[in-house]
């Protein structure tokens, strides 16, 4: 198990309740510390308070879109620091370019395994 000293951080926001719990559970078994957020104005408060080390935002907020939550946290926060996993249903080429442009680092199209969002968060905790 973590250590709290070199154990992740992540901030998982999204809309849909079974969706949360899920991705949560399954970023907690692999010892990332989760907050979750569902509104557009909780994440602006959690990432600028707790600077999580893992940003998961599905893409289709009820308030506003992800891609304009990115451009806010760019403006304020540098995502230099964080990394971010953008989730979305829409496979579009143009959707995948819009969100690495706006600080997305990795796209998870929907429907997608939690295995492939573990597989992703374990890369990021080997990075010292």
Same mark, same amino acid.
């Given at each position: 198990?973590? *250590? ?9 926001? !999204?809309?849909?309740?079974? +969706?949360?719990? %899920? ?7 692999? @010892?990332?510390?989760?907050? *979750? ?6 994440? =602006?408060?959690?990432? +600028? ?9 599905? %893409?289709? %907020? ?9 451009? &806010?946290i760019e403006d304020s926060v540098?995502?230099?620091? =964080?990394?971010?996993?953008?989730? *979305?249903? =829409?496979?579009?080429? +143009?959707?995948?370019? &819009?969100?690495?442009?706006? @600080? ?9 395994? *939690? ?9 990021? &905790? !080997?990075?010292v």
């Open positions: 198990m973590f *250590t709290s000293s070199n154990r992740k951080s992540a901030l998982l926001v !999204t809309k849909n309740p079974a +969706e949360r719990d %899920l991705l949560k559970l399954a970023l907690h078994r692999i @010892g990332y510390h989760v907050q *979750t957020a569902d509104h557009a104005y909780q994440v =602006m408060e959690k990432v +600028e308070h707790s600077k999580p080390d893992l940003l998961v935002l599905d %893409l289709f %907020l009820s308030q506003t879109n992800g891609l304009e939550m990115l451009k &806010q540098s995502l230099k620091s =964080m990394y971010v996993i953008a989730m *979305t249903a =829409m496979a579009f080429p +143009e959707v995948v370019e &819009q969100a690495k442009v706006a @600080g997305a680092n990795d796209i998870l199209l929907k429907p997608f395994s *939690t295995d492939l969002l573990v597989q992703k968060a374990r890369r990021l &905790q !080997t990075v």
